[in-house]
């Protein structure tokens, strides 16, 4: 089992920045591909960012790559979503997730075992 913990979301204007956090506890984190998604309001639960248990790969969504990066400490067990350029369309509620011990990196919602509560990012114009 794991436990996910987000924060650092908040509101911000345009072009701003953010980052989130998100603190794992239960098992060994390195052992675990991690990603981020986004829910906005009316709209399905949607990828933003993964990034693989094994070699630091990363993957992005078209509509966040080159203003996004995801990372992760697995000394500290947290992975990290730095958001820059943040746009209105941008805000959402942000999920950290990990996949079961030792699966490769995935875009897949429903290939996420373990999700957090959530954190509300919102950018105003």
């Known amino acids: 089992q794991v436990q996910l913990v987000e924060s650092g979301g908040g509101s911000v204007q345009a072009g701003g920045s953010l980052r989130l956090s998100c603190a794992a506890s239960?098992?060994?984190?390195?052992?675990?591909?991690m990603g981020w998604f986004r829910q906005a309001p009316g709209k399905e639960r949607e990828f933003v960012a993964a990034?693989?248990?094994?070699?630091?790969?990363?993957y992005y969504a078209d509509s966040v790559k080159g203003r996004f990066t995801i990372s992760r400490d697995n000394a500290k067990n947290t992975v990290y979503l730095q958001m820059n350029n943040l746009k209105p369309e941008d805000t959402a509620v942000y999920f950290c997730?990990?996949?079961?011990?030792?699966?490769?990196?995935?875009?897949?919602?429903?290939?996420?075992?373990?999700w957090g509560q959530g954190t509300q990012v919102t950018v105003s114009s």
């Open positions: 990034i693989s248990r094994s070699d630091g790969s990363t």
């Open positions: 239960g098992r060994p984190f390195s052992s675990n591909t």
């Open positions: 997730a990990a996949r079961s011990i030792l699966r490769p990196i995935s875009i897949t919602l429903s290939d996420y075992d373990y």
